[in-house]
């Protein structure tokens, strides 16, 4: 692992030119990158990862002028969220350009891209001089992290540099959104709400259809840690818990009633703070060794929306 500073990203740039893995900050979430059009490299992905093949990966890109090198036609909704929110936390899913292989897409016809905010990131694509392929840097299906130190401990041995680029601003993935056509389609939640895409795109955001496109991070059990998550409700938390033993752990907003684990992470803030808390302290729920996380709900609109769509995949086991 090695601080971010301009030596340690041109060493990652060279690890990935050569068909390496790289683990690199953005501000959602720490990336495991490779290079995007090359299909060797990014089924190097799914090996470290032990990702499923049929989940795509998203395309990393610093700034709209790399698009033709991995979308076909880039629409005019596409340019209008571009324009309002890259970069930034939004990827968009377009029409795939020849030169994308099957490996990134899971064989669609369809590609997932973004424009990172994070310096880091911006400046590895820039030395690179070409996209970069990178979904959440941990095993499958756990936790995504959101310190070095957290893909260090999923990841450490199966790639060839980590890049430290301090704690992740966002703390959730960015939100996915379908622009190939007139109307958005959201594919998942994230910190940019429905409400801010329908806002800059113009026009009311439209369900999935039958042949919506598969988004990467949405087609299996996700973000689990290794003790069992159980959601509670706000009043659940105030109320008088049931004994709930040593091995009990919990994540909560509101002040927390008689008997409530000792053991526990309150963030009282805002549904933000929330958010940028939330696998961060799954993951230390595990590492203190816990059997069972209690997690308190929020309200499911805004980022509350991704902050559950997260907790739900989490508990789904």
Known sequence: MRRADAPAIAQAAEVLRRGGL???????VYGLGARALSAAAARRIYRAKGRPSDNPLIVHVDGPEMLPLVARRVTPLARRLMAAFW???LTLVLKRAPGVPDAVT???STVAVRCPAHPVARALIAELGEPIAAPSANLSGRPSP???AHAARDLGGRVSLILDGGPCREGLEST???ARGRRPVLLRPGTITPAQVARA???PIARPGRGAPAAPGTRHRHYAPSCRVELVSPASVRGKWPATGKDSWLLHRSRAGSNAPARRRRVPGPIADYAR????????????GAATLFVETVADRGVGRAVMDRLRRAAAG
């Open 106 to 108: 899971a064989g669609k």
């Open 146 to 148: 959101t310190a070095a």
């Open 176 to 178: 996915i959104v379908d």
């Open 277 to 288: 808390a939330l696998f961060s302290a799954l993951r230390e729920a595990e590492a203190a």
């Open 201 to 203: 795109a113009g026009v």
């Open 87 to 89: 970069p930034g936390p």
């Open 22 to 28: 790289v683990v690199f900050p953005t501000e959602t």
